[in-house]
Protein backbone atom coordinates (compact mmCIF):
# COMPACT_ATOMS: atom_id res chain seq x y z
CA UNK A 1 0.00 0.00 0.00
CA UNK A 2 1.27 3.35 -0.80
CA UNK A 3 2.51 5.95 2.07
CA UNK A 4 3.70 8.94 3.27
CA UNK A 5 4.96 9.40 6.54
CA UNK A 6 6.34 12.82 7.61
CA UNK A 7 8.60 13.70 11.09
CA UNK A 8 8.69 14.89 13.43
CA UNK A 9 5.10 15.96 13.57
CA UNK A 10 5.63 19.21 15.17
CA UNK A 11 9.25 21.29 15.84
CA UNK A 12 9.92 23.83 17.54
CA UNK A 13 12.70 25.89 16.49
CA UNK A 14 14.93 29.07 18.17
CA UNK A 15 15.64 31.43 15.17
CA UNK A 16 18.78 30.91 13.04
CA UNK A 17 18.45 27.09 14.35
CA UNK A 18 19.38 25.21 11.50
CA UNK A 19 17.16 21.37 11.35
CA UNK A 20 15.77 19.37 8.54
CA UNK A 21 12.10 17.56 7.82
CA UNK A 22 11.73 14.03 6.88
CA UNK A 23 9.88 12.56 4.37
CA UNK A 24 9.43 8.68 4.01
CA UNK A 25 7.82 6.82 1.20
CA UNK A 26 6.75 4.01 0.04
CA UNK A 27 5.24 4.06 -3.51
CA UNK A 28 4.91 2.38 -6.51
CA UNK A 29 5.33 4.29 -9.52
CA UNK A 30 6.29 7.02 -7.71
CA UNK A 31 5.91 10.19 -10.42
CA UNK A 32 7.39 13.08 -8.22
CA UNK A 33 7.76 13.75 -4.48
CA UNK A 34 6.26 17.74 -3.77
CA UNK A 35 6.98 20.10 -0.94
CA UNK A 36 4.23 22.64 0.13
CA UNK A 37 4.49 25.22 2.60
CA UNK A 38 0.67 25.80 4.43
CA UNK A 39 -0.28 28.75 6.72
CA UNK A 40 -3.17 28.35 9.05
CA UNK A 41 -6.45 28.97 7.13
CA UNK A 42 -4.78 29.20 3.72
CA UNK A 43 -4.48 26.73 0.74
CA UNK A 44 -0.64 24.76 0.20
CA UNK A 45 1.93 26.90 -1.67
CA UNK A 46 4.17 25.08 -3.92
CA UNK A 47 7.38 24.70 -2.98
CA UNK A 48 9.66 22.22 -5.18
CA UNK A 49 9.21 19.29 -7.20
CA UNK A 50 11.86 16.16 -7.18
CA UNK A 51 12.01 13.48 -9.76
CA UNK A 52 15.10 11.55 -8.99
CA UNK A 53 16.84 9.92 -6.24
CA UNK A 54 20.28 12.11 -5.62
CA UNK A 55 18.12 15.70 -7.16
CA UNK A 56 18.36 18.82 -4.77
CA UNK A 57 16.39 22.24 -5.05
CA UNK A 58 17.17 25.32 -3.00
CA UNK A 59 14.77 28.32 -2.56
CA UNK A 60 16.09 31.07 -0.19
CA UNK A 61 16.64 28.95 3.41
CA UNK A 62 15.23 26.11 2.08
CA UNK A 63 16.61 23.06 0.33
CA UNK A 64 15.29 19.69 -0.37
CA UNK A 65 16.92 16.75 -1.28
CA UNK A 66 15.32 13.11 -2.67
CA UNK A 67 16.76 9.68 -2.11
CA UNK A 68 14.85 6.27 -2.76
CA UNK A 69 13.26 5.98 0.64
CA UNK A 70 12.85 9.63 1.93
CA UNK A 71 12.88 12.94 1.28
CA UNK A 72 14.77 16.08 3.86
CA UNK A 73 13.57 19.35 3.44
CA UNK A 74 16.69 21.01 5.53
CA UNK A 75 16.00 24.71 6.67
CA UNK A 76 19.04 26.83 6.98
CA UNK A 77 19.01 30.11 9.63
CA UNK A 78 15.41 29.88 9.75
CA UNK A 79 13.50 33.10 10.99
CA UNK A 80 10.14 33.34 12.41
CA UNK A 81 8.00 33.92 8.91
CA UNK A 82 9.30 30.10 8.20
CA UNK A 83 6.86 29.29 11.01
CA UNK A 84 3.82 26.86 8.54
CA UNK A 85 3.32 23.37 8.38
CA UNK A 86 5.44 21.93 5.47
CA UNK A 87 3.39 19.39 3.86
CA UNK A 88 5.63 16.14 1.43
CA UNK A 89 3.22 14.47 -1.46
CA UNK A 90 4.24 11.84 -3.70
CA UNK A 91 2.60 11.91 -6.79
CA UNK A 92 1.68 7.89 -7.88
CA UNK A 93 1.15 6.02 -11.64
CA UNK A 94 -1.05 3.75 -9.57
CA UNK A 95 -3.68 6.01 -8.92
CA UNK A 96 -2.97 9.25 -10.13
CA UNK A 97 -3.41 10.69 -7.53
CA UNK A 98 -1.12 12.95 -4.81
CA UNK A 99 -0.37 11.11 -1.74
CA UNK A 100 0.09 13.62 1.38
CA UNK A 101 1.90 13.18 4.09
CA UNK A 102 0.24 14.30 7.77
CA UNK A 103 2.52 17.24 8.05
CA UNK A 104 5.30 18.73 9.93
CA UNK A 105 4.42 22.25 11.88
CA UNK A 106 7.00 24.18 12.50
CA UNK A 107 7.29 26.94 14.57
CA UNK A 108 10.28 28.95 14.92
CA UNK A 109 10.68 31.54 17.70
CA UNK A 110 12.56 34.54 18.07
CA UNK B 1 2.10 32.10 -13.19
CA UNK B 2 0.00 28.70 -11.84
CA UNK B 3 -2.28 30.82 -10.16
CA UNK B 4 -5.64 29.17 -8.69
CA UNK B 5 -8.53 31.06 -6.98
CA UNK B 6 -11.28 30.03 -4.94
CA UNK B 7 -14.82 31.63 -3.92
CA UNK B 8 -15.91 33.01 -1.50
CA UNK B 9 -13.04 32.49 1.20
CA UNK B 10 -15.44 32.10 3.61
CA UNK B 11 -19.49 31.49 3.70
CA UNK B 12 -21.81 30.93 6.71
CA UNK B 13 -24.87 28.93 5.86
CA UNK B 14 -28.38 27.53 7.33
CA UNK B 15 -28.33 23.97 8.03
CA UNK B 16 -30.17 22.47 4.46
CA UNK B 17 -29.45 24.86 2.15
CA UNK B 18 -26.61 25.01 -0.61
CA UNK B 19 -23.60 26.54 -0.86
CA UNK B 20 -21.40 26.47 -4.37
CA UNK B 21 -17.53 26.95 -4.18
CA UNK B 22 -15.91 28.51 -7.48
CA UNK B 23 -12.38 27.58 -8.47
CA UNK B 24 -10.82 29.36 -11.25
CA UNK B 25 -7.03 28.44 -12.95
CA UNK B 26 -6.14 32.36 -13.59
CA UNK B 27 -3.13 32.01 -15.91
CA UNK B 28 -3.26 28.97 -17.48
CA UNK B 29 -5.95 25.93 -18.73
CA UNK B 30 -6.58 22.81 -16.15
CA UNK B 31 -8.03 19.81 -17.79
CA UNK B 32 -8.17 18.30 -14.35
CA UNK B 33 -8.98 19.79 -11.10
CA UNK B 34 -8.83 18.09 -7.85
CA UNK B 35 -11.17 19.27 -4.78
CA UNK B 36 -10.04 18.43 -0.88
CA UNK B 37 -11.36 18.94 2.31
CA UNK B 38 -9.15 19.50 5.59
CA UNK B 39 -10.41 19.33 9.13
CA UNK B 40 -8.27 21.09 11.84
CA UNK B 41 -4.91 20.04 12.52
CA UNK B 42 -5.08 17.23 9.80
CA UNK B 43 -3.57 16.85 6.57
CA UNK B 44 -6.11 16.93 2.97
CA UNK B 45 -8.62 14.61 1.97
CA UNK B 46 -9.03 14.45 -1.70
CA UNK B 47 -12.82 14.17 -2.56
CA UNK B 48 -12.92 14.26 -6.18
CA UNK B 49 -11.11 14.47 -9.76
CA UNK B 50 -12.51 16.85 -11.81
CA UNK B 51 -12.31 16.74 -15.64
CA UNK B 52 -13.04 19.18 -18.27
CA UNK B 53 -16.28 18.01 -19.77
CA UNK B 54 -16.53 14.80 -18.05
CA UNK B 55 -18.06 13.35 -15.16
CA UNK B 56 -16.16 13.65 -11.68
CA UNK B 57 -14.87 10.71 -9.95
CA UNK B 58 -15.39 11.05 -6.45
CA UNK B 59 -13.37 8.92 -3.78
CA UNK B 60 -14.74 6.05 -1.95
CA UNK B 61 -16.85 7.50 0.84
CA UNK B 62 -18.29 10.78 -0.88
CA UNK B 63 -21.53 11.03 -1.63
CA UNK B 64 -21.70 12.63 -5.02
CA UNK B 65 -25.22 13.59 -4.71
CA UNK B 66 -24.32 15.87 -1.66
CA UNK B 67 -21.20 16.96 -3.04
CA UNK B 68 -21.81 18.48 -7.06
CA UNK B 69 -19.02 19.00 -9.01
CA UNK B 70 -18.88 20.18 -12.76
CA UNK B 71 -16.09 21.30 -14.46
CA UNK B 72 -17.72 22.87 -17.98
CA UNK B 73 -14.33 25.21 -18.73
CA UNK B 74 -10.75 25.25 -18.76
CA UNK B 75 -10.26 27.57 -16.36
CA UNK B 76 -13.50 27.07 -13.95
CA UNK B 77 -14.86 24.12 -11.59
CA UNK B 78 -17.48 24.11 -9.17
CA UNK B 79 -18.45 22.20 -5.78
CA UNK B 80 -21.84 22.28 -4.64
CA UNK B 81 -22.84 21.36 -1.42
CA UNK B 82 -26.52 20.52 -1.71
CA UNK B 83 -28.57 20.18 1.49
CA UNK B 84 -26.02 21.31 3.74
CA UNK B 85 -25.20 20.25 7.42
CA UNK B 86 -23.05 20.72 10.23
CA UNK B 87 -21.03 17.87 9.52
CA UNK B 88 -19.94 19.62 5.96
CA UNK B 89 -18.18 22.25 8.07
CA UNK B 90 -14.95 22.37 7.25
CA UNK B 91 -12.38 23.94 4.64
CA UNK B 92 -12.21 22.83 0.88
CA UNK B 93 -9.56 23.31 -0.72
CA UNK B 94 -9.37 23.18 -4.93
CA UNK B 95 -6.22 22.31 -7.29
CA UNK B 96 -4.96 22.03 -10.60
CA UNK B 97 -2.56 19.73 -12.64
CA UNK B 98 0.11 22.65 -13.81
CA UNK B 99 0.55 21.04 -17.04
CA UNK B 100 -0.43 17.69 -19.00
CA UNK B 101 1.86 14.34 -17.56
CA UNK B 102 2.62 16.31 -14.29
CA UNK B 103 1.42 15.15 -11.07
CA UNK B 104 2.61 18.91 -9.92
CA UNK B 105 -0.55 20.63 -8.06
CA UNK B 106 -1.46 24.26 -7.63
CA UNK B 107 -3.50 24.80 -5.03
CA UNK B 108 -6.34 27.34 -4.34
CA UNK B 109 -6.79 29.55 -1.04
CA UNK B 110 -9.28 27.73 0.36
CA UNK B 111 -12.92 28.04 1.14
CA UNK B 112 -14.11 27.90 4.77
CA UNK B 113 -17.51 26.12 5.44
CA UNK B 114 -19.64 26.99 8.51
CA UNK B 115 -22.95 25.24 8.38
CA UNK B 116 -25.21 26.49 11.19
Known amino acids: EDQVTQSPEALRLQEGESSSLNCSYT??????LFWYRQDPGKGPEFLFT???AGEEKEKERLKATLTKKESFLHITAPKPEDSATYLC???????????FGQGTTLQVKP | GAVVSQHPSWVICKSGTSVKIECRSL??????MFWYRQFPKQSLMLMAT?????????EQGVEKDKFLINHASLTLSTLTVTSAHPEDSSFYIC????????????FGPGTRLTVT
Open chain 1, 50 to 52: LYS
Open chain 2, 27 to 32: DFQATT
Open chain 2, 95 to 106: SALGTSGSYEQY
Open chain 1, 89 to 99: ACGSSNTGKLI
Open chain 2, 50 to 58: SNEGSKATY
Open chain 1, 27 to 32: VSGLRG
